[in-house]
């Protein structure tokens, strides 16, 4: 009887075969476009909130070239987890990870783009937006994504590239550092962290099986909540700042206040949580509200001021 191909000798074989509009679905897949998306309002944000008038193809440029930097750091961020993510329940079917895509391929692809970023912000907009690409696409991939594997500390680490773009936006109109585009930053900064601390909390046993150590399983579930509070209280006021800076006006403090105290009760409601996985499952999707949330009050306050 004729033995069965091994799993990734079948997988190779299917790949093969495949056709060509399947293979393009995957390698966007590593770009990480909802992660992408979201980059790219927040930049659009700092562009439009920026002091002055932009020229149109500076805008274009400066979306294009943040948009490869953040697909590259995510495509070369999944080439190198290809085999912890082997291990995972929700990125087993990755396409490195399932074998869709060579890892040379994939290794290629995110250098590639990761060129044409730096190139198209050099040429595009000015040296300030495209270090900061820099920055934030060589810290993503090169120290947070070892760090995970040793420290949760990693989480902090990759929140700073990870709130890089609407900085970028901010530069890419004015070309200096100021304190509006840097409250941008700190805004993007902070919502990261209870965000993907509630990931780390439902996703605790598929953290534990890679190897990843996240503070859920480093430090524990109650040491994890008191961290998620500390963020939430500071998002609270680092959100408002916008407001005393002239930036924006009363209504998109009302609205970020309101957002800003529903999402720490829903933090606080965690120290009283009996089934830690559903409170993690619920503050994930209030984070996923609140940005959006925001950012409505800031288009509105823009547009109607």
């Not at 979201?38 to 659009?44: E, F, V």
């Not at 070309?175 to 780390?200: C, D, K, N, Y």
Request: proline share 6%.
């Amino acid at each position: 009887m004729a033995h069965s191909a091994p799993p990734l000798e079948r997988i190779a074989t299917e790949a093969n075969a495949r056709r060509p509009i399947d293979v393009i679905r995957d390698y966007v897949a590593l770009t990480k476009p909802s992660i992408n998306r979201m980059c790219l309002l927040m930049t659009a944000g700092g562009l439009a909130l920026a002091p002055g008038a932009v020229d149109t193809w500076r805008f274009v440029w400066a979306l294009v070239g943040t948009a490869l930097a953040v697909a590259s750091a995510n495509a070369l961020n999944m080439w190198w987890e290809r085999d912890s993510d082997r291990l995972m329940k929700r990125t087993e079917d990755r396409p490195l990870a399932a074998g869709r895509i060579s890892d040379h391929g994939a290794l290629t692809f995110g250098i590639a783009i990761g060129a044409a970023s730096v190139v198209i912000l050099a040429l595009g907009t000015d040296p300030l937006t495209t270090a900061l690409g820099v920055f934030a696409l060589v810290s993503y991939v090169l120290v947070y994504t070892p760090l995970k594997y040793r420290s949760p500390l990693a989480l902090v680490v990759g929140a700073i590239p990870g709130a890089v773009p609407p900085l970028m936006g901010w530069t890419a109109a004015t070309s200096t550092l100021e304190p509006a585009g840097l409250v941008l930053f700190a805004t993007l900064l902070v919502w990261q962290m209870p965000h993907f601390i509630a990931i780390a909390m439902f996703r605790k046993h598929d953290y534990a099986a890679a190897g990843i150590r996240v503070v859920t399983v480093v430090r524990g579930n109650r040491v994890a909540k008191w961290q998620a509070i500390a963020w939430a209280v500071a998002l609270l006021p680092i959100s408002l700042l916008l407001t005393p800076l002239g930036v924006t006006g009363w209504l998109y403090a009302a609205v970020a206040a309101v957002a800003g105290l529903a999402f720490l009760a829903i933090t606080v409601r965690g120290l009283f949580a009996k089934n830690d996985a559903r409170w993690a499952y619920r503050l994930f999707f209030a984070s996923l509200l609140y940005l959006p949330v925001v950012v409505a009050g800031l288009i509105l306050d823009v547009t109607l001021s």
